[in-house]
């Protein structure tokens, strides 16, 4: 009688080992990625500081129209006419100096407890400050520089569309233009903001 004796061993599991070649394909490829996280997260901050930067702009900018109309507002309080102080120089009246702009800045009266602007003819660009509380001003002294600077254009015109009856109602508009720039990345930015206003009262 034949015996036979089988053994039977255990496989051996295949292990599978990276070479060279495939460790510094994988270490090449995780860099891109990572490299490529990071250039998108540099172009996200940036994008988010331009952004802030054209906000604060347009914001500057719309205030020099809003100090325009309190100086209007002023005036009529105060029983002058509402041009005062607003005009081109030479001019008397603005229906004697249409289409002739005056460029200036406007900025907040401190001096007036009744937070009065005044308008500033002959000065183009100037230079914005912050001061302790986040507020923006032309005063340089205690206050930090900021990349902005504001011009405000003034320009009369008459308005055909006023009928010449009343004889109170004035056809002449002011056109008031706030420009505000900055350099940001090398690049000069300016942001306008545009509004007529009219002598109502």
């Known amino acids: 009688m034949s015996m ?4 039977i061993m255990p496989r051996v599991a295949e292990t599978e080992a990276f070479t060279l070649l495939e460790t510094m394909i994988a270490i090449a490829l995780l860099t891109i990625g990572v490299v490529a996280s990071l250039l998108l997260m540099s172009r996200a901050t940036g994008a988010i500081v331009q952004g802030t930067q054209n906000l604060i702009a347009s914001n500057l900018a719309a205030e ?8 209007r507002d002023t005036n009529w309080l105060n029983n002058q006419p509402w041009y005062y102080n607003m005009l081109p120089a030479g001019c008397s009246d603005p229906s004697s100096c249409t289409a002739t702009p005056v460029t200036g800045t406007v900025s907040y009266d401190t001096s007036n407890a009744n937070d009065a ?7 183009a660009n100037q230079q914005l400050y912050q001061n302790a509380t986040g507020f923006y001003t ?13 011009t405000v254009t003034l320009t009369y015109y008459t308005d055909t569309t006023v009928p010449a009856s009343p004889a109170d109602v004035s056809t002449t508009y002011m056109q008031v233009v ?3 720039k900055y350099q940001t990345r090398g690049q000069n930015v300016s942001v306008s903001v545009e509004d007529n206003l009219y002598n109502w009262r």
């Open 138 to 150: 032309a005063t340089a002294a205690g206050n930090t520089q900021t990349p902005y600077a504001r």
């Open 64 to 71: 020099g129209i809003e100090l325009v109309r309190n100086q």
């Open 4 to 7: 036979r004796i089988r053994i």
């Open 178 to 180: 706030s420009t505000v």
């Open 117 to 123: 602007s005044i308008f500033t003819p002959g000065i």
